[in-house]
């Protein structure tokens, strides 16, 4: 590697792969992307996660000003993004239920801070009418949302990395930053690759290492006030061809989300009073246990006819499966449940916490028929959020020139992240 990098971006997850890619279209320098993990596939929190493209509904103004702009921009972003670059992607729609009475109030700040927030095409639903998007869900109300959608996360991150490579980004794998040091102008870089400690210099330095970016601004800056507190998010599926009876329709299927308290307790109780501990940090909001399709899988034939819209993993022996007529991916043989969230030993604590029963007794009011039998665990992924703290931070350090901090990018993360790397071209550009 040359001793001077121009720029460096720790972490090749879907925000650092994006910035890499936006960088990469007109900046004529050097860039440099390190990651610590041997691939570059979104492992960490980009590929465990809902794959849920979010509309813009649940993040207000006044509460988190940055993930309510970047997201409502990063979904057009990513919509437009996987349809010229074919990564697999649906627009779903999504239904927010309520099932209760007390839950009402909840639903229509979820509709104000949509409206407040430009959200187009919003409505109303009635009980008949969710019957109507979903015959097998149940609510005494809902919220349709017709820009919400799906992606194939893992795809995404590879087509974002795999452009950024060949407009001349340097990729290395398996290179962890141990150290960084501001420097007459520099940050002095120490990584660990592989067996091997390796040093160099770089301009600038763009901190997007998802869990472990508040520990690379402490390096800088021990300081910083800012600390990950992690979350974890259990998931499990449900594979409808088993139960045709209870057949899904492929949209995204959430609660009104909720106020919850540090010990995981729901906190049942009327908006108003949810809202007055929420300023206090009494209580976080949680968008709750949700299901969301996922792409249809079939086994990867070597042999097949070449077919342009079919993305294959190799690796895994799958293909996607695409529809010519209706010029669509194919979802929704299998169902994301979760996340269930719990708090983890540690940032590496990847094991499964919640048991089916607690899935069945999350989704059971307003997908009814559902049984436990229906429910097997899958993954799970680890949220890097704030602690305190209820929106994304980026900011670039006053006090050494050339530092970009992404700290707590968590959900809506996978969604702003082509927003949240046009944000950091403008800050590379003003910096530069
Ligand atoms: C359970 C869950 C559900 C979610 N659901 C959604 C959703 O439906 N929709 C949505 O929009 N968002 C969702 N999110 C949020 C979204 O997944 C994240 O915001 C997004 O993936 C963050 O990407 P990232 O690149 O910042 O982080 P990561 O994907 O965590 O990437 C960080 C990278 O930095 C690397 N790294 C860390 N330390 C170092 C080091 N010292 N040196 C080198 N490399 C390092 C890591 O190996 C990793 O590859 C969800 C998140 C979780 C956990």
């Known amino acids: 590697m040359t001793e001077e990098v121009r720029i460096t971006i720790v972490g090749a997850g879907v925000v650092g792969c994006a910035i890499a890619y936006e960088l990469s279209k007109d900046f004529n320098e050097n860039i440099v992307v390190i990651e610590k993990n041997s691939q570059i596939n979104g492992e960490n929190q980009s590929s465990r996660n809902s794959g849920v493209i979010h509309a813009g509904i649940f993040y207000s103004k006044d509460f988190s000003p940055l993930k309510s702009k970047l997201c ?22 999504k239904l927010v239920i309520a099932t209760e009475n007390i839950e009402l109030e909840y639903l229509d700040d979820v509709f104000k801070t949509a409206n407040e927030n430009g959200v187009e095409g919003i409505k109303y639903l009635d009980q008949d009418e969710i019957k109507r998007f979903e015959p097998n869900v149940s609510g005494i109300a809902a919220l349709y949302v017709p820009s919400s959608g799906i992606v194939e996360s893992t795809q995404l991150v590879t087509k974002l990395y795999k452009v950024a490579e060949s407009n ?52 800088l800056n021990k300081q910083l006030g800012l600390e990950i507190e992690p979350i974890k998010g259990d998931y499990a599926k449900f594979y409808c061809n088993k139960r045709p009876d ?32 929420f300023k206090q940090d009494k209580v976080t909001k949680s968008l709750g246990v949700h299901l969301s399709p996922t792409f249809d899988f079939s086994a990867y034939n070597p042999n097949s006819i070449y077919n342009p819209k079919s993305i294959s993993n190799k690796s895994i022996g799958k293909e996607l499966l695409f529809n010519y007529k209706n010029n669509t991916y194919n979802i929704g043989s299998t169902v994301l449940i979760g996340p269930a969230y719990s708090k983890p030993q540690n940032k590496e604590d990847y094991k499964n916490s919640r048991k089916e029963e607690y ?74």
């Open 72 to 93: 409502i921009e990063g979904n057009r972003l990513l919509y437009d993004f996987c349809e010229k670059n074919n990564v697999a992607f649906k627009k779903t729609g």
């Open 246 to 277: 209870i057949h899904l329709n492929g949209l995204n299927i959430y609660p009104v989300p909720f106020g919850y308290y540090p010990n995981g307790e729901r906190a049942v109780i009327p908006f108003q009073q949810f809202l007055e501990l």
């Open 168 to 219: 001349g980004v340097i990729f290395l794998t398996e290179n962890e930053l141990i150290d960084a040091e501001y420097k007459n102008s520099f940050f002095n870089i120490t990584v660990k690759s592989r067996n091997l400690i390796e040093k160099f210099k770089t301009k600038i330095l763009i901190n997007s290492a998802g869990l472990y970016s508040d520990q690379i601004a402490k390096m």
């Open 359 to 432: 899935f069945y007794n999350m989704i059971k009011p307003f997908f009814p028929n559902i049984m436990l039998d229906d429910i097997s665990i899958f993954q799970t992924g680890i949220r890097a959020k704030l602690k305190n703290l209820k929106d994304f931070v980026i900011e670039a350090d006053s006090s050494m020139h050339g530092l970009i901090n992404l700290i707590g990018i968590d959900s809506p993360g996978l969604t702003s992240s082509l927003a949240i790397a046009k944000y950091i071209r403008n800050v590379v550009k003003y910096i530069i």
